[in-house]
């Protein structure tokens, strides 16, 4: 999890942001393969498009995962090869589509965003995830390399393990439930970030902070920009496209519309915090504002006695009371006693 540190001024370090990390378009796509079932595991790079195949045996699920969209040479002859309409294959290597599913009677494509970070204290990468589900096979797209499937390869790799007793629906379920999954992750550590600037607009609410607070207003925005749709894209792969899901996978499906539905729930949660987290701050700056005119104001008052005495003897007059020697000494101790007098006033009013 990040941890958010303060730095000499007080201010702590700002809340996680939403950045683009595209493939250079000098990097060649990165094209793993992964051949299972029950029995068999096998596992490659592949070194050209050429490896990129549709399964011949029918028993065996083959996981292709691309690594880098920048080449829509690439990307049409794998798309090709697998039999994807010229439409799918435009979509898949069209970056900032807005998370969607097509069922098609061969096949399903799923895009969605994900939406993860580069080591404990690294930026936060969003990026498209393209997912094709066919009936032996499962095709991901992504923008660059790294990303949340780990685990899942790591259950694949693994003798007896759920994925690889059951088909390319559960494969495909998988990879978008790691993604939903790490909408959690995210969540809460922009749930630590509320928090910390919340005790900083009670504590001593600066500019910096309300910059904070807009930033994570904006990462809330794209965060319900990404889920919310993702919410029809189970229920409409359980109405769309039955012939591509098991009876016994479609109760997954269900509970991954469920995680959906709690993270649009969170976000809303959290945007109304943050809404509410602007009106304090005004209202603490506000406060502070009229704290120090109090001050001011107290100060101001309490010094008009010797301005007003100052101002008369300050006058090119004669004045009587100069001849006597203790004119000076009388007034001063008066005026002193009426600044005396007022101190004592406001403290009883509870003014200062």
Not at 107 to 126: F, H
Not at 248 to 259: A, M, V
Not at 286 to 298: D, G, Y
Request: charged share 25%; net charge negative.
């Amino acid at each position: 999890m990040r941890e958010y540190r303060t730095n000499g001024n007080g201010d702590a370090d700002p809340p996680p942001k939403f950045r683009r990390r595209t493939q250079k378009s000098t990097e060649p796509p990165r094209m793993t393969i992964f051949d299972f079932n029950e029995a068999q595991f096998n596992e490659w790079q592949a070194k050209s498009v050429d490896e990129c195949q549709p399964q011949t045996d029918k028993s065996v699920i083959r996981w292709v995962n691309i690594d880098g969209v920048h080449s829509p040479e690439i990307v049409s002859k794998i798309g090709e090869a697998f039999g994807l309409h010229p439409l799918t294959i435009e979509d898949i290597y069209t970056i900032d589509q807005q998370p969607k599913v097509e069922a098609l009677p061969e096949y399903a494509l799923i895009i969605m965003r994900m939406i993860r970070t580069e080591g404990q204290d690294g930026p936060v990468i969003s990026e498209q995830v393209s997912i094709v589900l066919g009936p032996n096979f499962v095709l991901s797209f992504q923008e660059v390399e790294g990303d949340v499937f780990d685990s899942l390869r790591r259950r694949i790799r693994e003798d007896g393990s759920r994925v690889r007793k059951s088909g390319a629906d559960y494969l495909a379920y998988s990879l978008m439930d790691l993604i939903v999954d790490n909408y959690f992750v995210m969540l809460n550590e922009i749930s630590e970030s509320i928090e910390k600037a919340q005790e900083r607009i009670i504590l001593e609410p600066t500019a910096g902070t309300l910059r904070d607070i807009y930033e994570l207003k904006r990462g809330m925005a794209e965060m319900r920009r990404y889920t919310w749709p993702v919410r029809e894209i189970s229920l409409r792969l359980e109405r769309e496209a039955p012939q591509m899901f098991k009876k016994s996978t479609l109760p997954y499906l269900r509970d991954l519309y469920d995680h959906v539905l709690q993270i649009t729930d969170h976000i809303e949660i959290y945007r109304e915090w943050l809404a509410s987290m602007l009106d304090i701050y005004l209202s603490s700056v506000t406060n502070r504002l009229n704290e120090v005119i109090k001050v001011l104001t107290v100060i101001s008052t309490i010094a008009i006695p010797p301005t007003v005495v100052g101002s008369w003897y300050g006058m090119n007059l004669i004045i009587p009371e100069f001849e006597s020697v203790f004119t000076y000494p009388i007034v001063i101790t008066i005026t002193i006693i009426m600044m005396l007098l007022m101190v004592a006033f406001f403290r009883r009013k509870r003014w200062i």
